[in-house]
């Protein structure tokens, strides 16, 4: 096992990497200040998961909250369901939630202990890449809007992040590649050493090689660490941790959430963000062919969605949390490895980007 730590002053928490950590109770008990347990999960990972959690945590007293599966049911009815289990059974302020699950659930389960009498005790355990790598760690919590993405929610830190990496192995194919767009994303925007990692070991992450596996995953979770560590609530450098998203999440609300996974729009959108940054001139086009490669090598999509026009995307794009008094501010590359966010770009280098015809540079890769 390996353990990292995100350093927050009072609400530094450690995360937790190694396999068959579900079973270790020794992990959870620390975390847990009560008697009083609510494991939230969905109707994918319960059968998979649930049971094992349970008879880690014997002893607690135990709610079962099952959600529906999928990014459309990141919304307020959904998350009701969480509260209505809590009241049903009477929790109180000594409870710990324990989010069983990918991002979805990890970001409800966190925006409900934010809430639920004011706050109370959380734990991550994410059983999908993206999640490990990403979503789970730093305390963004929330739920989607019709309109906007990720954009009702709240900062709120977990007791411990516990990742196991045995829960990969369900992990279907797609969800997986999904994964490394955001693992990826780390090699970008702050170290481009671990861009030359992931190239020479793209393959046996894709097999599920327990060591590659480690490896990315606490390589992923470091960065993120250290950026949350300097900067909680993203006025500043954290921001960069989303190279993408800004095109990224225009495509998931304009297609319907959960059509596009987060990290296949992720992918398609950090191309785009290449592509500004070339045009730009502040990486050349062999900089931007080896990052659409390596994409292309984690089986991602990196060509947008047939019919979104620039009006469309621009619409989507004006609802995001980084602009600043109707600007919108992007995450570019000044080269590899080295991230900035900005709204000072000539608007028609952004329409070029737009209206690029990325099947074609794709094709000549």
Known sequence: MRTLNVDLAERSYPIYIGTDLLKQAQLFAPHIVGRQVAIVTNTTVAPL?????????????????????????????TLQLIFDALLRDKHDRKTTLIALGGGVIGDMTGFAASSYQRGVNFIQVPTTLLSQVDSSVGGKTGINHPLGKNMIGAFYQPQAVIIDTATLHTLPERELAAGLAEVIKYGFICDEPFLTWLEQHIEKICALDNQALME??????????????????????????????????????????????????????????LEMSQQLGWITIEQRDRGIALLLQAKLPVVPPQGMTPETFLTHMAVDKKNINGHIRLVLLRDLGHAVITADYPADILHNVLIANYSTITNSI
């Not at 880690?56 to 599966?69: A, C, K, R, S």
Request: net charge negative.
């Open 216 to 273: 990315t995953i606490e390589r992923s979770c470091a960065a993120k660490a250290k950026v949350v560590s300097a900067d909680e609530r993203e006025s500043g450098v954290r921001a960069t941790l989303n190279l993408g998203h800004t095109f990224g999440h225009a495509i998931e609300t304009e297609q319907g959430y959960g059509v596009w996974l987060h990290g296949e729009a992720v992918a398609a959108g950090t191309v785009m963000a």
């Open 49 to 77: 998961y649930l049971k094992q959690l349970r008879e880690t945590l014997q002893g607690y007293e135990i709610t079962e909250v099952i959600l529906p599966d999928g990014e459309s049911y990141k919304n307020w009815e």
